[in-house]
T-cell receptor
Framework: AAGVIQSPRHLIKEKRETATLKCYPIPRHDTVYWYQQGPGQDPQFLISFYEKMQSDKGSIPDRFSAQQFSDYHSELNMSSLELGDSALYFC?????????????FGPGTRLTVT | GENVEQHPSTLSVQEGDSAVIKCTYSDSASNYFPWYKQELGKRPQLIIDIRSNVGEKKDQRIAVTLNKTAKHFSLHITETQPEDSAVYFCAASNTGGYQKVTFGTGTKLQVIP
């Protein structure tokens, strides 16, 4: 079965640079979530989209922005990168209909800021 | 917002023994409680979930119980095996079509052969 695809899998950037992470949800899934997971930490919710509209917002810095496109893929744009942005970034997708709750996670993008 | 607390943070058991991980949540509107297993450097994987209209759910060696009144839910793993070693996260969400998931802080389970 098709799973959530994230690219790139690994990314190394320098401070103050920008980065773009991409997420391709499971086919027919219309909701996408972004999470940030630091070393030894639990995943922290950043932002979510349903039907191309932002549906919820968590602890996402103002330096980050995201959007969901017409094909339901999503991109997380990160600017003015800081050392503390180094983390695993997971995307998850689900069917956004009431009664269908399961979120499926992608393999993650490991971002290292030097 | 929702706050999920999880205990213990680490748990070591002998192979074949049972393991229990407990979580509490704060938002009485939460009605969906998934459990995720995460191996080092890998994605969280859903292993079992429970909805608020159910008190208990079992899937082979894994069971989850929910006490909505006390806002407690627990994961029970019986006959543990070395491959059960991982970090386990409980989570809670308020469904309605656009739900986000609030994770607990994780329990690192080590099953000793």
């Amino acid at each position: 079965a098709a799973g959530v695809i994230q690219s790139p899998r690994h990314l190394i950037k320098e401070k103050r640079e920008t980065a773009t992470l991409k997420c391709y949800p499971i086919p027919r899934h219309d909701t996408v979530y972004w999470y940030q997971q630091g070393p030894g930490q639990d995943p922290q919710f950043l932002i979510s989209f349903y039907e191309k509209m932002q549906s919820d917002k968590g602890s996402i810095p103002d330096r980050f922005s995201a959007q969901q496109f017409s094909d339901y893929h999503s991109e997380l744009n990160m600017s003015s990168l800081e050392l503390g942005d180094s983390a695993l970034y997971f995307c998850a997708s689900s069917l956004g209909q009431p009664g269908s709750y399961e979120q499926y996670f992608g393999p993650g993008t490991r971002l290292t800021v030097t | 917002g929702e706050n999920v607390e999880q205990h213990p943070s680490t748990l070591s058991v002998q192979e074949g023994d049972s393991a229990v991980i407990k979580c509490t949540y704060s938002d009485s509107a939460s009605n969906y409680f998934p459990w995720y297993k995460q191996e080092l450097g890998k994605r969280p994987q859903l292993i079992i979930d429970i909805r608020s209209n159910v008190g208990e759910k079992k899937d082979q060696r894994i069971a989850v119980t929910l006490n909505k009144t006390a806002k407690h839910f627990s994961l029970h793993i019986t006959e543990t095996q070395p491959e059960d070693s991982a970090v386990y996260f409980c989570a809670a969400s308020n469904t309605g079509g656009y739900q986000k998931v609030t994770f607990g802080t994780g329990t690192k389970l080590q099953v000793i052969p």
